[in-house]
T-cell receptor, first 113, second 117 residues
Framework: SAVISQKPSRDICQRGTSLTIQCQVDSQVTMMFWYRQQPGQSLTLIATANQGSEATYESGFVIDKFPISRPNLTFSTLTVSNMSPEDSSIYLC??????????FGDGTRLSIL | AQTVTQSQPEMSVQEAETVTLSCTYDTSESNYYLFWYKQPPSRQMILVIRQEAYKQQNATENRFSVNFQKAAKSFSLKISDSQLGDTAMYFCALPRAGGTSYGKLTFGQGTILTVHP
């Protein structure tokens, strides 16, 4: 399976600031996703990162708050903008192919003060 | 609406014993995959096992096996010879209807499994 590198692994940020999380894959993949996992909770899909075009957002998530880029088939970024304590979560990227089930990066643990 | 339900928030088992985690789901698809992921305290999500709905044979991966009951929409995970390293949160997951087999996932609420020495 693909090797996924997600950075940073954790960060502590001040409210009102923004943080960009990177997801790098060691091979070209068809699909890339971003999930949020609030403390003690399950995973919720934020958006599908589309190569060369705007991401597809799920209900409750908007581009202004969570801008996503995917310039090629191996790299994507998620930015958490204008952060508040409610954004404290683990953010995970995942990759999949038409014959490859989803595999996840190690996640980014984000705490907002 | 597509749903995935794990009714056991927490489970515990003694080392070397067997434990079964439950999952029920609802989907409008006739053929689909189902997955179990584990998330140890290190937080990495790890694929444990997958089952394709049209296959009658239950999937097995070493000490992990599933009991897939398509008509009942039940997909339980059995862990045999439990080890301390099996301590983790376990999630049942189902790809969203109308998408690809490995596309957007809907996750259950999770079951925290603790293996005691």
């Amino acid at each position: 399976s693909a090797v996924i590198s997600q950075k940073p692994s954790r960060d502590i940020c001040q409210r009102g600031t923004s943080l960009t999380i990177q997801c790098q894959v060691d091979s070209q993949v068809t699909m890339m996703f971003w999930y949020r996992q609030q403390p003690g909770q399950s995973l919720t899909l934020i958006a599908t990162a589309n190569q060369g075009s705007e991401a597809t957002y799920e209900s409750g998530f908007v581009i202004d708050k969570f801008p996503i880029s995917r310039p090629n088939l191996t790299f994507s970024t998620l930015t958490v903008s204008n952060m508040s304590p409610e954004d404290s979560s683990i953010y995970l990227c995942s990759v999949a192919g038409y014959n490859q089930p989803q595999h996840f990066g190690d996640g980014t643990r984000l705490s907002i003060l | 609406a597509q749903t995935v339900t794990q009714s056991q928030p927490e489970m515990s088992v003694q080392e070397a014993e067997t434990v079964t985690l439950s999952c029920t789901y609802d989907t409008s698809e006739s053929n689909y995959y189902l997955f179990w992921y584990k998330q140890p305290p290190s937080r990495q999500m790890i694929l444990v096992i997958r089952q394709e709905a049209y296959k009658q044979q239950n999937a097995t991966e070493n000490r992990f096996s599933v009991n897939f009951q398509k008509a009942a929409k039940s997909f339980s995970l059995k862990i045999s010879d439990s080890q301390l390293g099996d301590t983790a949160m376990y999630f049942c997951a189902l790809p969203r209807a109308g998408g690809t087999s490995y596309g957007k996932l809907t996750f259950g609420q999770g079951t925290i499994l603790t293996v005691h020495p």
